[in-house]
Every structure is written in C-alpha cells, then in structure tokens.
C-alpha cells in the first residue's frame, strides 16, 4: 500500500521569505506525484505535477517541487512567499495504472505574515 | 473552463436520515470521484466512477452508496446518516486513461450529522 507524509502540519512564513513544504511518500516504485493547494471555502487547485523525466518541476505562481528517488520525498518550494499564498498544501500520488486514484497526505497549513 | 459543481453547499442532517449530496460536472471527463476530508486525513476516496452507469468502492466506501445516472452528474448516498459521517465532502472529474492527468475539484459541501 501507498501513503503520503506530510511531517509538518502549520508551517508560519514572512512574506518575501523562501519556503520549504515537505513531503515524504511510501510506494514499491517511482509514483506520479502531485501538489495541490486549497484557499478558503474553495476546491482543491493543482499546482503541479511529477510523472516522468526532469525531477524538478515548475508550477503556477512559481511553486516548483523536486522529485527524488533516493529519499522519497518530493518537496514544495518557492523562492519568495506572498501573503496571498495563505492556504492549505496538499502533497498526493497515484500508482501508474491506477487512473486518477490519489492518496494525499494530511496537508500542511502555510501562513503568511506581512 | 472546466467546472464542478456541488450541491448543497451545506447540509444539517440528523443521525439516522438519508443524505443525498449531488455532483456535476461540465468537463465531460469520463472519471469522477467522492473524498471527504477530515483535519489529519486529508482527503480520503470514497467512491469513484469510470462513466454513466459504473460505481467503484474505494478506500472508505463503508456507509455509502454512490450513483452515476449520466455522464455530468455522480451522487454520493448516505442512507443512514451517523455523526462519525460528519466532514467536508469534494467531488472532483478527471481524464480517462491518464495517470498523471489534473483532477478538477468542487468547492465542497459541509455535512454535519446531529
């Protein structure tokens, strides 16, 4: 069985600060690996996604994540914060094969302090 | 643009009663799927859809029933509320076929069972 890890539950940042969300995986090969990002009272958004190739990915609004075998983990950054980042970070995976079947980790509540 | 809708947006029940929570979706994706979300979970998959007529159970499938009359709608059916059902409900469609295809959410309906 799969699962996903997301270690640090609240995570408090100043704005124009860099950011780190963490996220470790359980999984017998590599996965497809997402990021997903959900502001108040709304759906979940996808930031961006692994599945093949360059390990490090870019998303929207400069997120990029880093995929990496070695340590299962595939790690959310972004360079400088804005307060309108406030919201909630989802890390998932699915199995290749598996249609869009997500196991997501616990999320992780990023606010941002002016 | 691709849209879910849900229906309601939130919904008082009491133990006991039949809850009927209602998805559509305008994307034409083949895929649909019903995750709650509880703090520390994440997002755990319910039930899940391959098309108009088709249901699958998935992780968490134990007190409810779900229903795909069309291609844009899939519904989640609790027949006999409880209070442990008591959580934030997301429907989301998805690509046929495609592992690491976006998953486009709903903004989700608010269940509380009295």
């Known amino acids: 069985a799969q699962s996903v890890t997301q270690p640090d539950a609240r995570v408090t940042v100043s704005e124009g600060a860099s950011l780190q969300l963490r996220c470790k995986y359980s999984?017998?090969?590599?996965?497809?690996l997402f990021w997903y990002v959900q502001y108040p009272r709304q759906g979940l958004q996808l930031l961006l996604k692994?599945?093949?190739?360059?390990?490090v990915v870019q998303g929207v609004n400069s997120f990029e994540a880093e995929f990496s075998k070695s340590n299962s983990s595939f790690h959310l950054q972004k360079a400088s914060v804005h307060w309108s980042d406030s919201a909630v970070y989802f890390c998932?995976?699915?199995?290749?094969?598996?249609?869009?079947?997500?196991?997501f980790g616990a999320g992780t509540r990023l606010a941002v302090c002016p | 643009e691709a849209a879910v809708t849900q229906s309601p947006r939130n919904k008082v029940a009491v133990t006991g009663g039949k809850v009927t929570l209602s998805c559509n979706q305008t994307?034409?994706?083949?895929?649909m799927y019903w995750y709650r979300q509880d703090t520390g979970h994440g997002l755990r998959l319910i039930h899940y859809?391959?098309?108009?007529?088709?249901?699958e159970k998935g992780d968490i499938p134990d007190g409810y029933k779900a229903s795909r009359p069309s291609q844009e709608n899939f519904s989640l059916i609790l027949e006999l509320a409880t209070p442990s059902q008591t959580s934030v409900y997301f429907c989301?469609?998805?690509?046929?076929?495609?592992?690491?295809?976006?998953?486009?959410f709903g903004s989700g309906t608010r269940l509380t069972v009295l």
């Open positions: 989301a469609s998805g690509d046929v076929g495609a592992s690491a295809e976006t998953l486009y």
């Open positions: 999984y017998s090969a590599t996965p497809y």
């Open positions: 692994y599945y093949s190739g360059d390990p």
């Open positions: 998932a995976l699915s199995r290749p094969g598996s249609f869009n079947k997500l196991t």
């Open positions: 994307n034409n994706h083949n895929n």
């Open positions: 859809s391959y098309g108009a007529g088709s249901t």
